[in-house]
């Protein structure tokens, strides 16, 4: 049988076999409340307020797992149904901190709304809290077990999406949390600190480590010279919280925000991706050239990074030396702008936009300080600059349109698609081509590369060499692209990897929700951003080439080693008991 007929609330409906009840009500415009639930991730029907009434059912059954049957028969809001449905979420809330003021999900929390949505007022039940320590350890995320409603999101998206399984059910009954292996503290185990876990927390139960007073307080520091650069995912995420839509380039009024909030410069973290394409592309070259490790994998991303140091160290040395464009931007900083402006390093106080949770834990790692000072001196993810622009009173919609400080403010469309995967694969690919050929590329868009497919891959004729390259995004992908390299079967010369789904644009540190249909819209503002520049090529980008000529010298060069090259740390998979 290919389709299904069936009425829900009255209204008939034909759609596939297979099709959820869930799935067939959304599709003709009946809400069911969820909050287990997570499209193609979290089919589990555990937390049971998605219960409807089908005719002929003894019992209320939960639609995001019960397939419609031909002639079935389906009420979502009979009185059984809603009163249901308060009973299952006040039990939730009696065993729920009674904090939504002060929690970080306050007015985001699915959790919070619901209880709006099904009017509750008051809660019946009452007995025995969790009462469990927060884990603070990592400097990325921070998880508090007390406001878990246990709908294993966290562990589902770890788990499928990403591959790592760093969360778990332990525990039974009243005592049951979702944690590490033996409930280990976060920084004890094999966690890549993604954050892809807090984006689908419906609670405040998991959350980024919050730094906003850390920089109040260096923005209120008369002795710092406080800098702040951007990343490019940034630009077009942070209007959704001002209620614009995703995907909305928002370059020159973020641009105008910084400066309303106090920092002395604001950059572009696009600069230095520029940056990295130099370095990078030269290091591709090389390798190639003179037979080096092939083949070769970006490393822009830390959490893709930490994932290869815990699961496949064999394979660091595939690994291109490359730090990521925020700390190569925080070197420089801290040496070539320190100089150039007479400005002391100890002075300079760094802070990076970004969409990233891992990047927090990124500018701890000891070998980023190249300068005798730590690169990068705090980051503030995409959702925490929301807020403090809030704190601030400054409103994004109200700015008016300004441009990047130099000499870190002049970039190129190559380094804006960074955001997306595919993204650093195509800027790459811009450059090394006419730097081989010698001859302009006559279309500068690599469509194989880019979109939401797992592994995407490519075959590119440079000057006769037939270059295969792929892209990968989500660490469950990078997982196969890595067996292939392990079992000797690879057939690439270049690969990039990006750990969270979609690349930057869905990154942990991004705006909640984040879905499949939000990455589209927010990769399409990068692609749109990039043909809006006058310069689309990073070799050709002018602050870039004055970098060179000024201070570093050439690519690959010994000023460039030492500040923009880095290694890694082999790192065990299992907890440290």
């Known amino acids: 049988m290919e389709s299904v007929s069936l009425t829900i609330n009255d209204r008939a409906v034909t759609v596939p076999y297979g099709t959820s009840i869930l799935e067939a009500a959304q599709q003709i415009g009946i809400r069911i409340p969820t909050l287990c639930y997570l499209k193609d991730i979290n089919l589990i029907g555990a937390c049971r307020v998605c219960l409807v009434e089908v005719q002929g059912a003894k019992t209320l059954q939960a639609a995001c797992v019960t397939p419609v ?3 079935m028969t389906v009420y979502t809001n009979t009185t059984r149904v809603r009163e ?5 979420v006040e039990l939730i809330l009696s065993n729920h901190p009674e904090d939504c003021l002060t929690c970080v999900r306050n007015q985001s929390c699915e959790l919070q709304n619901l209880v709006a949505e099904l009017g509750l007022r008051e809660i019946h039940y009452h007995g025995a809290k969790t009462n469990l320590p927060s884990d603070a350890s990592t400097a990325s995320i921070v998880r508090d077990p007390n406001k878990c409603i246990l709908c294993r999101r966290c562990m589902s998206v770890c788990q499928q999406v990403q591959g790592v399984s760093a969360l778990a059910p332990a525990d039974r009954g009243f005592s049951s949390t979702i944690s590490p292996a033996l409930h280990q503290s976060l920084s004890n185990v094999a966690c890549t600190l993604c954050g892809q876990c807090v984006t689908v927390c419906p609670t405040g139960a998991l959350a980024e480590k919050d730094v906003i007073q850390e920089v109040w307080s260096a ?24 209620g614009l839509p995703a995907g909305t380039i928002a370059t020159g009024k973020l641009v105008a925000a910084l400066r309303r909030l106090g920092f002395d410069k604001v950059f572009d973290t696009d600069f230095t991706a520029d940056l990295t394409i130099l370095e990078e592309g030269s ?21 893709w990074i930490k994932y290869v140091e815990h699961f496949y160290p064999e394979l660091l040395p595939h690994l291109s030396t490359c730090k990521s464009p925020q ?8 040496t070539y702008y320190a100089t150039k402006y007479g400005i002391r390093s100890e002075d300079i106080y760094v ?3 970004m969409p990233c949770t891992a990047k927090k834990f990124e500018i701890t790692r000891p070998e980023m300080a190249a300068s005798g000072f730590r690169d990068v001196d705090a980051v503030l993810t995409t959702r925490e600059l929301g807020r403090m622009l809030k704190e601030g009173g400054v409103s994004l919609k109200e700015m008016p349109e300004e441009e990047y400080d ?11 698609i960074f955001g997306a995967t595919g993204g650093v694969m195509e800027a790459a690919l811009r450059t090394v081509y006419e730097i081989i050929t010698e001859k302009e590329l006559t279309t500068l868009e690599f469509t194989d590369i880019r979109g939401l497919a797992g592994i995407k891959e490519a075959e590119v004729d440079i000057a006769g060499n037939h270059i295969k390259v792929a892209a990968a995004h989500g660490l469950a992908n990078a997982k196969i692209l890595m067996d292939q390299l392990k079992a000797g079967s690879s057939p690439y010369h270049f690969i990039e990897i990006m750990c969270c789904p979609g690349g930057c644009i869905g990154g942990g540190g991004q705006p909640i929700p984040t879905n499949t249909e939000i990455r589209k819209q927010r990769m399409s503002g990068l692609y749109t951003a990039d043909t809006q520049m006058p310069l689309r090529k990073s070799h050709e980008n002018p602050a870039v080439k004055q970098l060179y000529s000024e201070f570093l010298g050439y690519p690959l060069g010994h000023r460039s080693h030492r500040l923009l090259h880095t290694q890694y740390t082999p790192r065990s998979k299992t907890p440290e008991c």
């Open 327 to 334: 700390q190569m931007f925080g070197a420089l900083a801290k």
């Open 351 to 353: 802070v990076s936009i």
């Open 283 to 303: 290091e591709l070259l090389d390798r190639i050239n003179k037979g080096g490790t092939l083949p070769m994998i970006t490393s822009c991303s830390p959490g």
């Open 69 to 71: 049957a031909d002639k």
């Open 84 to 88: 249901a449905r308060r009973t299952v």
């Open 219 to 242: 923005l209120s520091n008369s002795g710092k010279h406080v800098v702040v650069q951007v990343a490019p995912a940034v630009r077009v995420s942070i209007g959704e919280a001002f």
């Open 406 to 416: 130099l000499p870190f403010g002049i970039t190129t469309g190559a380094g804006v």
